[in-house]
């Protein structure tokens, strides 16, 4: 297959889940691309195409992480691509991570997507389905109550006051659309700067006020999903707990938490039994789940990470079984061609 994976910049992506995609890729002999994106490229008179970059056969790495350093490189070759000769088009840039001086970049990975699904290409997760999820923290106030803390969104202070009190004056603050703990603020009684703190995260946009869960304490789990179900390989699972470094309460890997292995608990899987129908009807191929106990604290449908963490704790390399789904959905879509949606057949197993 021919498949390109869309990232924020070629030239920064880290040695993460995407890489480790693209090698298991590559390993079988598929044509890999990757791509930034700004660099689409499109005129009415012109297919729309892709500036791509590539490594030339014959450059086989043991590891992602060597893999990746010859395709940034100078080893790795630019080709300007016709999307609609690609098989899949692999949306994996996080908007959240784009910088004020790249607010074009937010949202151009969907946008293009949807037009490259148009044209018939495989399109992952599918792009309507990210344009509806775009600001996944808002996507997840969609998922049934029971299953997650109290939360409002807002910009009104006292409205954020008045959850503080209710809620025995603890509570997380984050912004709306926002990852890696930025921006994330553990609020107790003892908080002197609580009126700051809602105008500097008000003047970013919409405010989460969220209960605080005290079991998070010991660290969240992230679940990773595939086409709805947990993975699983070799009797384990994709499921990694993160615990937040001393004097830190957020749990992101990028905030210096330890990656630990977890046990998969009969909570997690009652979470996924009750988000994965909607999950799939909604086209969510590649899902990462955040849970605390018994609780969903947070949803990842755009750039999903964590299957790089899983392999550097001694768990199986969970790679293979992305690309065993997608070449299954392509043989699919030989079959059924213009029968079965892109959305259909992204969460198809």
Sequence with gaps: MKICFVVNNVHTEGAGTTVYIMHEAVKRKHEVFLMGVGDFSFTQTDALSINSTYLLEGHLTDTPEEYLELLQGGKGKKEKIIAKDLDVLFIRNNPTEEGSDRQWAEQAGVAFGRMVQQEGVLVLNDAYALSHAFIDKLYFEELPQHIKPASLITRDKDE?????????????????????????????????????????????????????????????????LLNGQI?????????????????????????????????????????????????????LFFVGLDVVKDKLIEINVLSPGGLDGLYKIGLPNFSDLV???????????????????????????
Excluded at 325 to 346: C, D, G, V
């Design 160 to 224: 954020i006051l008045a959850f503080f009190k209710k809620h025995k004056k603890n509570m997380i603050l984050k912004p709306l659309e926002g990852s890696g703990g930025r921006g994330v603020y553990l609020i107790d009684k003892n908080e002197k700067n609580l009126n700051q703190i809602i105008e500097n995260l008000s003047a970013q946009g919409y405010i989460i006020a969220q209960e605080y869960l005290p079991a998070a304490k010991k660290g969240d789990v992230r679940v990773l």
């Design 231 to 283: 993975m699983e390989k070799e009797g384990k699972y994709g499921v990694i707990k993160r615990v937040a470094g001393k004097g830190e309460f957020r749990s992101n890997i990028s905030q210096g938490a330890k990656p630990e292995e977890s046990p998969l608990t009969e909570a997690m899987k009652d979470i996924v039994e009750i988000i994965a129908p909607k999950l799939i009807r909604d086209g």
């Design 323 to 349: 690309i065993n789904s997608i070449e299954k959905k392509l043989e699919y879509k030989k079959y059924y061609k213009s029968k079965i949606s892109n959305r259909e057949l992204a969460a198809m197993v």
